[in-house]
């Protein structure tokens, strides 16, 4: 068995990348725009689809210019099915199109389009701020799960998160299935980037890969 240093080293190399830097935002400029990103991505991430897939959607977001709650919100509902259908959401582009205006439409009228309003209202108590992500239609806790684990790169009241699916494929690797545990092995910069590589190694099915490389 390798050590738990050469399994990290290598989950880090195949799969350290973050959804949010694939995504192509920085989260480490805190300013509305990438937060509604990602927030974007979420309520994505939470429809019955591969995660390939709302990456794909999340992009075509982008693609049609729609990177702010003003944006979105100027945009019609027909616009908003055709890219999302075109994007590979053929059996829920409407159901989502419709989640995407109800999710953008509280974010305004709740925090005036700006998630750090969220945050200040959540008063460094990631428990509020998942209850409060949880909150817009079409979020739930696996949406709210991953803005979490990719807002730490910016909001410390996060860090060390990790959830469900990262802490299973950590369990199955045979690292410890302890956020604080985890986060003692890598940087504090480094850490979202393994909390991503360990749902993406759950994802692709690679615990016996990443295994295997570790021992080579």
Same mark, same amino acid.
């Given at each position: 068995? &390798?050590?738990?240093?050469?399994?990290?080293?290598?989950?880090?190399?195949?799969?350290?990348?973050?959804? *949010?830097?694939?995504?192509?935002? @920085?989260?480490?400029?805190?300013?509305?725009?990438?937060?509604?990103?990602?927030?974007?991505?979420?309520?994505?991430?939470?429809?019955?689809?591969?995660? !390939?897939? &709302?990456?794909?959607? *999340?992009?075509?977001?982008?693609?049609?210019?729609?990177?702010?709650?003003?944006?979105?919100?100027?945009? !019609?509902?027909?616009?908003? $099915?055709?890219? /999302?259908?075109?994007?590979?959401?053929?059996? %829920?582009?409407?159901?989502?199109?419709?989640?995407?205006?109800?999710?953008? =439409?509280? /974010?305004?009228?709740?925090?005036?389009?700006?998630?750090? #309003?969220?945050?200040?209202?959540?008063?460094?108590?990631?428990? *509020?701020?998942?209850?409060?992500?949880? *909150?817009?239609?079409?979020?739930?806790?696996?949406?709210? !799960?991953?803005?979490?684990?990719?807002?730490?790169? $910016?909001?410390?009241?996060?860090?060390?998160?990790? @959830?469900? +699916? =990262?802490?299973?494929?950590? @369990? #199955?690797?045979? /690292?410890? =299935?302890?956020?604080?545990?985890? +986060?003692?092995?890598?940087?504090?910069?480094?850490?979202?980037?393994?909390?991503?590589?360990? %749902?993406?190694?759950? /994802?692709?099915? @690679?615990?016996?890969?990443?295994?295997?490389?570790?021992?080579?």
């Amino acid at each position: 068995m &390798a050590s738990q240093k050469r399994i990290i080293e290598a989950l880090m190399q195949r799969h350290g990348r973050t959804f *949010a830097s694939e995504l192509g935002v @920085d989260l480490r400029k805190n300013t509305p725009s990438p937060l509604f990103r990602l927030l974007c991505y979420s309520l994505l991430t939470s429809a019955p689809i591969s995660a !390939d897939l &709302a990456m794909r959607g *999340a992009r075509a977001m982008a693609a049609a210019g729609w990177t702010t709650p003003r944006k979105l919100q100027a945009s !019609d509902w027909a616009s908003r $099915a055709r890219v /999302l259908n075109e994007a590979g959401y053929a059996r %829920v582009d409407e159901k989502t199109a419709t989640q995407l205006a109800d999710m953008n =439409a509280e /974010l305004l009228d709740t925090y005036a389009g700006d998630l750090r #309003k969220l945050r200040e209202a959540a008063a460094g108590s990631p428990k *509020a701020l998942r209850k409060r992500l949880k *909150a817009f239609k079409g979020i739930g806790g696996t949406g709210a !799960d991953i803005f979490l684990r990719e807002i730490q790169t $910016a909001w410390d009241e996060c860090y060390p998160y990790a @959830d469900k +699916a =990262a802490l299973s494929a950590a @369990d #199955k690797l045979g /690292l410890k =299935a302890d956020a604080a545990k985890l +986060a003692n092995k890598v940087s504090r910069e480094d850490y979202p980037r393994l909390m991503a590589a360990l %749902v993406r190694c759950k /994802l692709a099915k @690679d615990t016996q890969g990443v295994l295997e490389a570790a021992k080579a």
